[in-house]
């Protein structure tokens, strides 16, 4: 996989991360609580600068009360 095509895939779950987290009124502080997880790596996977583990996408997940799939499908892979 080429890197642009890694930094789009890691944006657009970064942007369904996000939006999961404003529709249930969660800070990025809480969120991260919640998962288990530092603040600053929250805010890098909503920046799309990380490229996160399938562990740590259940743990966010299940602090925003979702399962791994539909957070997997919420997201849309910008073009």
Known sequence: MK???HSRICTAFGIA?????V???LSQE???EFSDLNRTYIGD???G????SLVNMQKIATALDLKLSDLIISYEEPK
Do not use: D
Not at 17 to 21: K, Y
């Open 3 to 5: 890197k642009q095509e």
């Open 17 to 21: 991360v996000r939006q999961a987290r």
């Open 23 to 25: 529709i249930r009124g």
């Open 30 to 32: 809480k969120l991260a």
């Open 45 to 47: 996977i909503e920046r």
């Open 49 to 52: 600068k990380r490229n996160v």
